[in-house]
C-alpha cells in the first residue's frame, strides 16, 4: 500500500511538472482530475506499460533499450486518450539564446509534445524515485 501511494504521489508531481514546463500537455479540471489522471497514469505505468514491454521485447533489444522510450510515448498518449482531461497540444516553440547557444523557433505537432512530456515526466519521476530511495 505504501509503495502504492508513494507511485502516486510521484506520478502526480510528475504530471504536474510537466503541465507547467510544457505549455502542450495541458490538464483541465483542477486537483479532482489531477488526482484522477495520476491515478489513472498510475495503473496505466502498472498494467499496460509491462506488458507492452513483453510484447515488443524483440524491438527493445535490436534498438539496445530505446524501445522502451516509444512505449512510455505509448503511456502518455494512451492517458490522454482514457482520461480527456489530460489533453496534446501543439504549440510553437519561441525559440531560445543563451550565451551564444541558439535554439530557433520551431512549431511542435501532438507527436513532439508528446515524446517531449514523455521524457520530462519519465526524468522527473525517476530523479524523485531516486529521492525517496
Known amino acids: 500500500m505504501k509503495s502504492l501511494l508513494r507511485n502516486f504521489l510521484i506520478n502526480m508531481v510528475a504530471l504536474v511538472v510537466t503541465a507547467h514546463v510544457l505549455p502542450g500537455f495541458t490538464y483541465s479540471g ?77 512549431d511542435l505537432t501532438v507527436l513532439h509534445v508528446a515524446i517531449l512530456s514523455s521524457f520530462l515526466i519519465g526524468l522527473v519521476a525517476h530523479f524523485l524515485q531516486w529521492l525517496v530511495k
Open 30 to 106: 483542477g486537483i479532482r482530475s489531477l488526482f484522477i489522471g495520476s491515478a489513472i497514469f498510475m495503473l496505466i505505468n502498472l498494467a499496460v506499460v509491462p506488458l507492452l514491454k513483453v510484447l515488443f521485447l524483440p524491438l527493445n533489444l535490436l534498438t539496445l533499450g530505446i524501445f522502451a522510450w516509444i512505449v512510455n510515448v505509448l503511456a502518455v498518449y494512451f492517458l490522454t486518450v482514457v482520461f480527456p482531461e489530460f489533453q496534446l497540444l501543439p504549440f510553437t516553440f519561441s525559440g531560445l539564446n543563451l550565451s551564444g547557444i541558439i535554439i530557433p523557433s520551431v
